[in-house]
């Protein structure tokens, strides 16, 4: 899949996250703002890429605010805003890989 707009998913509120994608220039571009990113940066990346990787998706800038969100959350909010980027709507992502 091919990034092709700015997407959005999520919410700035407790135990949730914010994910922002948009077309990439060639690589993964990862931002990563969180309160806990001392203690949990670590695993919420590599949450994000392994999303990523299993989405096909390897040309993108990602921007994630964390709230506290649990990985459950991280992956869903990153599967989100990747559909609304690539307007991949039918046979949703959702718990899948999107191939």
């Known amino acids: 899949m091919e990034i092709t707009k ?17 077309p990439g220039d060639g ?9 806990v990113i001392n ?6 990346r590599k949450v994000v890429m392994e999303t990523l990787n299993n989405l096909g998706i390897n040309n993108v800038k990602i921007a994630i605010v964390d709230k506290g969100a649990l990985d ?11 559909s609304r980027a690539t307007d991949h ?5 959702w718990g899948g890989t999107g191939k």
Do not use: H, M
Request: hydrophobic share 40%; with cysteine; aromatic share 6%.
């Open 72 to 82: 459950c959350t991280i992956k869903a909010r990153v599967e989100g805003a990747v």
């Open 6 to 22: 700015p997407a959005l998913a999520g919410t700035l509120e407790s135990s949730d996250c914010q994910v922002t994608v948009e």
């Open 27 to 35: 690589k993964i571009d990862f931002a990563l703002e969180s309160a």
């Open 89 to 93: 709507f039918e046979n949703n992502l």
């Open 39 to 44: 203690q949990y940066g670590n695993q919420i």
